[in-house]
């Protein structure tokens, strides 16, 4: 018989456009005695949560607040100086009070020196506790439809792998454990790394196809009976209305933002120089991510935006109809 795990008291810091639908998962599927504590640095969406679910989530005052009313401790926040914030802030962090025995996760896609600092800090200072990183894949929409994959650090083996599974499952679908600490943040930035490549990569090989006199509806059929199939071409297109769902159908409002994609290509090409692995195509991949993310046509929309960035045809509609 699986184990029930009850999760009676837990945290959650980090209410942004991640935060806020995994939070939300939680305060439906969680048995009806838990509680959850939620803190933000933007009150409002705190208050607005506490609202939505009256006696079920509440209101935490700062990060060590939280943690001092809960046994486990989730956080959601965008870089690794938010983390350190969250964490190590020696007045309001969760790690000024004591942290004993608790559970924490931190779902933040950072750099792997920053995550492994705060792990190591909370053994030093609370060796009963747990920390594990955690980073998601699958984004704003996987968030709310609680479909999203969560890369856990650490091993089969982990003594705390059956508990953290069952309460990552309340908010995504597939839980990898990655093997050791540090390795789920690891893993997730060599996925947007090759993702974040593929998208330019696909992008160019549409611009050339559709300037040598190919529908693009044509060529999408090409690439996934051939050898170039993969998901971005496929379900992320970043050529608008070859694929009607792709957020370059929708004017790329909805997906991935091209800073985050500029932020996650950054650590990966960062954590390639440190392992000494060599990477030919992350200088020009992060190149073109920081010119799109700093491009008024394209900043704010969804990282296939990339599409636009390299001068790919938009109307290409208009121009087949002969219009
Ligand atoms: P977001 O900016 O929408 O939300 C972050 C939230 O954290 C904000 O509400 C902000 O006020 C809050 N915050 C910042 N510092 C804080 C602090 N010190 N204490 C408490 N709250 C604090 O970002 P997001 O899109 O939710 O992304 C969060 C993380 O998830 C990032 O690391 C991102 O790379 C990763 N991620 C995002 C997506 C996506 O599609 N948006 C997908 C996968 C992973």
């Known amino acids: 018989m699986a184990p029930s795990f009850s999760f009676d008291r837990l945290g959650f810091i980090g209410l942004g456009a991640m935060g806020k639908p995994m939070v939300t998962h939680l305060a439906?599927?969680?048995?009806?005695a838990s509680r959850i504590w939620v803190y933000?640095?933007?009150?409002?969406?705190?208050?607005?949560?506490?609202?939505?679910?009256p006696n079920r989530v509440l209101k935490g005052t700062n990060a060590r607040d939280v943690a001092q009313q809960v046994d486990t401790i989730i956080s959601m926040v965008?870089?690794?100086?938010?983390?350190?914030?969250?964490?190590?802030?020696?007045?309001?962090?969760?790690?000024?009070?004591?942290?004993?025995?608790?559970?924490?996760?931190?779902c933040s896609t950072?750099?792997?020196?920053?995550?492994?600092?705060?792990?190591?800090?909370?053994?030093?200072?609370y060796p009963t506790a747990s920390f594990y990183d955690a980073p998601v894949s699958g984004g704003v929409i996987g968030a709310i439809k609680g479909s999203i994959a969560i890369f856990l650090g650490c091993g089969e083996e982990d003594p705390n792998l059956e508990r953290l599974t069952h309460l990552m499952g309340l908010m995504g679908k597939q839980i990898i454990p990655c093997g050791a600490p540090s390795l789920g943040l690891a893993a997730k930035l060599s996925n947007n790394y090759l993702s974040g490549i593929i998208?330019?990569?696909?992008?160019?090989?549409f611009d050339m196809g559709m300037r040598s006199g190919l529908d693009p509806r044509t060529l999408a059929k090409v690439?996934?009976?051939?050898?170039?199939?993969?998901?971005?071409?496929?379900?992320?297109?970043?050529?608008?209305?070859?694929?009607?769902?792709?957020?370059?159908?929708?004017?790329?409002?909805?997906?991935?933002?091209?800073?985050?994609?500029?932020?996650?290509?950054?650590?990966?090409?960062?954590?390639?120089?440190?392992?000494e692995s060599r990477n030919v195509l992350g200088e020009v991949g992060l190149a073109t991510y920081d010119g799109a993310s700093n491009d008024p046509r394209c900043r704010d929309l969804d990282s296939r935006v990339v599409y636009r960035y390299l001068g790919g045809q938009e109307d290409w509609q208009t121009k087949l109809n002969g219009a």
Not at 236 to 263: E, I, N, T
Request: hydrophobic content about 40%.
């Open 223 to 275: 690439y996934a009976a051939g050898t170039a199939q993969n998901t971005i071409c496929d379900k992320f297109c970043p050529v608008p209305h070859v694929y009607p769902d792709a957020p370059s159908s929708g004017g790329w409002k909805q997906g991935f933002k091209v800073q985050l994609m500029r932020k996650d290509f950054g650590l990966a090409v960062d954590m390639a120089k440190r392992v």
């Open 110 to 125: 950072i750099d792997t020196a920053t995550s492994l600092a705060v792990k190591d800090h909370i053994a030093q200072h």
């Open 40 to 53: 933000d640095v933007v009150e409002s969406v705190v208050d607005d949560l506490c609202a939505q679910f």
């Open 28 to 32: 439906n599927k969680l048995p009806p």
């Open 78 to 106: 965008p870089e690794g100086s938010h983390v350190r914030s969250v964490y190590l802030d020696t007045e309001k962090g969760v790690c000024s009070t004591d942290i004993s025995n608790k559970l924490i996760i931190d």
């Open 199 to 205: 998208a330019i990569a696909c992008s160019e090989a």
